[in-house]
Nanobody
């Protein structure tokens, strides 16, 4: 079982920055993929960015060049640095962990981009 706890959400102005953190605990597979997803009101949950245990990253086209995902395996943490935020980035952001056919989710953290 893996537990994921997100932090760092909040209110930001357009053009501003926020950094999300996700702390993973429990029995975590050595080989896995950590990711950030988001869900805006009335929309489906979508992948924002992911990173494998080997460090390979993948980004949604809408955030590439603005967001950066990183992980600290020793601390079992994953981060999402969000720069040049836009109102359309407003959503609940969820941390996700995938391993050998299993998947875990955090409870989500709200990000609101508004002037």
């Amino acid at each position: 079982q893996v537990q994921l706890v997100e932090s760092g959400g909040g209110l930001a102005q357009p053009g501003g920055s926020l950094r999300l953190s996700c702390a993973a605990s429990g029995i975590i597979a050595r080989i896995n993929t950590m990711g950030w997803y988001r869900q805006a009101p009335g929309k489906q949950r979508e992948l924002v960015a992911s990173i494998t245990s080997g460090g390979s990253t993948n980004y949604a086209d809408s955030v590439r060049g603005r967001f950066t995902i990183s992980r600290d395996n020793a601390k079992t943490m994953v981060y999402l640095q969000m720069n040049s935020l836009k109102p359309e980035d407003t959503a609940v952001y969820y941390c996700n962990e995938k391993e050998a056919g299993r998947e875990y989710w955090g409870q989500g953290t709200q990000v609101t981009v508004s002037s």
